[in-house]
């Protein structure tokens, strides 16, 4: 998702922890994406107004931010202020939580963002702090840094991915062109904006309706963030993708995970699987793939954020199931027609339960991101 | 595992409930480590005393087992009794809940094994049925039931996979000679047995000391059963595995996942993903990767099964953590003498907590399975 610009201090709200918060927030986002199953978290130890440690979760999920930042701090820990865009674990494992690691290094002041969803941690990470005789402030800036780790709440409380439905829409709001594969609509910046939002997703969608008409590769191609594609998953219930195609030319590098129902052809199976490609196991109704137990079977193979980038059945197909999170937006300035696939959504008729999140201009393109309200 | 040979029928349960459960959790077996992140479980749907309509759950998860075995009875399930390993589903999702498929095919009478550990589940599943006015029998051969789906059950309530702990030990208790890389203990039958369990999990994992000194591929080599191997894991650190090791040169046909420090060298690990290895970040304390966090990332990566095949060190740190979950020892007639690896465990000495599951012979070895009773 592209940067919110500068977030604006809340009422009653100290100007410090605002502004230390607002900085692990921006810090937090580094390795979204990165930190599979694990939330990308960010904590800044301050000292009389200076950072002292600052770390975000390492790639791959562990080591937490916490101790990692406490690490950097060393000795001058001691009577800091930490601030963390999550409440800090409190489950134990072979290494101390962060709760506990936060009082063992002496911290003398804990501010915290979003609360953690985790039954098994929520409200136990403050109670440790609070059990040490360490001021805890909570809920800092919490709707911005949950906004950037929703996959993980979603993930924790809903047991699926959160879902990104984007589109790129024509002035006059269409999708693109019946029969003539990928049109152009928005421009260089615009596409670079995708790219990010795949580098920061686990996964990313499309209906073999597309994948056979535009050829798409679905992948991060941003300079230095090749590395940072997401898994691509494609809805071919009768795995129709050709074995030439960039998906599945790609699947030794990218993971390419194919949704097949258990009838579809075992030789076309072999080849695609010899070719790199993995399988989900789906059920159907009336011919249709079911979205809801695919996303229960994807959030159990740890995938916490998944981008929907069409077409437009698909779009509609996890609208009409009520799977979408956030929609973002990309229109271009150019109109497409009558002949134009027309877009299920669009920034004059968002579906209801939507409220708008931000709105940004890429060159002539305009962007505009929703989230659900719930 | 091996069979555990024909069960006794328990006092008060009848004769016709004993043998179909026992026939459904014989089925049940059948897709044991091919179902994902769902555990394989099986349904019988009986008229009149002849099975109407089997299935079980099908590879990947999905369809389930029980709206297959209804589709295979058709017309025949109205009246009909349906044996099922474990209570049917009641969630909700694009495709009606079992529980709610066995109501609208007209069984009058549903016999359960195992209950759901799952709380969107536990018991919703045969309140349905009984809102339905359909006699429930519970808990018919439950523990032989839950034994096949300990996985699923431990990743539900514990957030980690079961841990097997399997070892082959000589006639004097050694597990190998050190410095000689693999030594044989066990014959053919023991080893096919091994590899019917690698099959059947969905995990395998051994320490670098076992990988550098054995070179072994950690497959399943039985014939019909080789794409059945489980994802390979090697506690490896620093990132010692030699590219041209059996495990390396395989990664791209079974997955390879390396637990590497995140302060590896980066040219090796760029080189053994190249190969097609992956990794999972660790946390280590004082040099040694933290086990409990590697486990919950596993299950949180989809990992429910793990078998745990040495060596010395990394059966003792699995034992000495609390995580093994059953004990498997394949004991040789041979002799190794005083050069030989003493075992941590041995059949006269099983740590505390542990009862004998089965015992068991192949040829001249000797077979003894414990389960941890909690």
Redesign the interface.
């Known amino acids: 998702m592209p940067d919110k610009g500068a977030p604006t201090p809340p009422a009653g709200l100290e100007e410090t922890d605002w502004r230390f918060m607002a900085a692990a927030i921006r810090l937090s986002r580094r390795h979204l994406g990165r930190t599979?199953?694990?939330p990308s978290v960010a904590t800044l130890i301050v000292r009389d107004g200076h950072v002292v440690g600052r770390a975000v979760t390492?790639?791959?999920?562990?080591?937490h931010a916490e101790t990692q930042a406490l690490e950097e701090a060393g000795a001058l820990a001691l009577g800091a202020t930490a601030y963390v865009t999550l409440e800090p674990c409190a489950h134990?494992?072979?290494?101390p939580p962060c709760a506990e690691a936060l009082v063992t290094a002496g911290v003398k002041r804990v501010v915290g963002a979003a609360s953690d969803p985790d039954p098994r941690v929520s409200g136990k990470g403050y109670a440790i702090l609070r059990d040490a005789g360490i001021e805890v402030v909570e809920g800092v800036l919490a709707d911005e840094a949950a906004d950037l780790m929703k996959g993980y709440l979603i993930r924790s409380l809903k047991r699926r991915p959160e879902v990104i439905l984007k589109l790129a829409l024509s002035a006059d709001g269409k999708i693109g062109v019946e029969g003539e594969g990928q049109v152009p609509i928005t421009a260089d910046t615009a596409r670079r904006q995708v790219h990010m939002m795949r580098a920061e997703a686990d996964a990313i969608l499309v209906g073999i309706g597309t994948a056979l008409a535009d050829d798409p590769a679905l992948t991060c191609r941003l300079p230095g963030l090749e590395a940072r594609s997401p898994a691509r998953i494609v809805l071919d219930r009768r795995l129709r993708l050709p074995l030439g195609s960039k998906l599945v030319q790609s699947a030794?590098e990218v993971p390419l995970l194919l949704t097949a129902a258990?009838d579809a052809e075992p030789a076309r199976r072999a080849a695609l699987a010899d070719a790199?490609a993995e399988?989900?196991?789906?059920?159907t109704?009336d011919g249709h793939i079911?979205?809801?137990?695919l996303m229960?079977?994807l959030a159990?193979?740890?995938i916490s954020s998944l981008i929907v980038e069409g077409g437009a059945y698909t779009a509609e197909a996890f609208l009409a199931?009520g799977l979408v999170d956030r929609l973002c937006l990309f229109v271009g300035p150019g109109e497409i027609g009558p002949r134009g696939i027309a877009s299920p959504v669009g920034p004059d008729h968002i579906p209801q339960g939507f409220t708008k999140l931000r709105e940004a201009r890429f060159g002539d393109d305009g962007y505009f991101e929703y989230a659900r309200a719930d």
């Open positions: 599979v199953t694990n390492a790639v791959g999920g562990r080591p134990h494992g072979r290494t030794r258990s790199g399988f989900f196991a789906v059920e109704v079911a979205l809801p137990e229960d079977d159990a193979r740890g199931e």
